[in-house]
Nanobody, 124 residues
Framework: QVQLVESGGGLVQPGGSLRLSCAAS????????IGWVRQAPGKEREGVAC????????DYADSVKGRFTISTDTVKNTVFLQMNSLNPEDTAVYYC?????????????????WGQGTQVTVSS
């Protein structure tokens, strides 16, 4: 059974850090690009970061460049999102997502397989 299970969300003060994890099962990350998408209340979904399985290249939204880092552990079949210098505008539900049906190894286009999401709240 294909699953993406996120963890690591929570409440953090402005300027703080969190590391999100997304454990994949039922498929291997070696063959699919995977990324993180967030959705804040009343706002559209925003692609935050993506990592290609073909060459390990990464893409980031301008709003998080220099603060967030995406990485994968292929042994654990897990993708991470290290988030530093968090601010209240980063408050959202964070989803990991991949291109399982499209069998894409490169980032780009709409994701087709999603996790359930984890809440990140940045507040003092």
């Amino acid at each position: 059974q294909v699953q993406l299970v996120e963890s690591g969300g929570g409440l953090v003060q402005p300027g703080g850090s969190l590391r999100l994890s997304c454990a994949a099962s039922g498929f291997t990350l070696d063959y699919y690009a995977i990324g993180w998408v967030r959705q804040a209340p009343g706002k559209e979904r925003e692609g935050v970061a993506c990592i290609s399985s073909s060459d390990g290249s990464t893409d980031y939204a301008d709003s998080v460049k220099g603060r967030f880092t995406i990485s994968t552990d292929t042994v654990k079949n897990t993708v991470f999102l290290q988030m530093n210098s968090l601010n209240p505008e980063d408050t959202a539900v964070y989803y990991c997502a991949t291109y399982l049906a499209r069998v894409r190894r490169h980032c780009g286009g709409e994701y087709d397989t999603w996790g359930q999401g984890t809440q990140v709240t940045v507040s003092s």
